[in-house]
């Protein structure tokens, strides 16, 4: 299975750094790679809100006992 077009964790780091120099809390980013995507970026505090497309390829559930 290929790794998803846009890495989240690269824009939740990055996302800050614009923020502050762009004076914005919304954007919208683009990752530029073979594979690509559009993501929006929303920052709340210190929490960073991506949205964007996904495609489901697994669902399951985990289940612990103590």
């Known amino acids: 299975m290929n790794e998803d077009p846009v890495t989240g964790f690269s824009h ?5 750094y614009w923020s ?12 530029a790679s073979k594979r690509g995507g559009t993501i929006h970026v929303n ?6 809100l991506l949205t964007g497309e996904a495609v489901t390829v697994f669902e399951g559930r985990f289940v612990a006992h103590a």
């Open 43 to 48: 920052l709340k505090g210190k929490r960073v």
């Open 12 to 16: 939740c780091i990055l996302a800050p």
């Open 20 to 31: 502050k120099k762009l004076n914005k809390t919304e954007m919208l980013a683009h990752q």
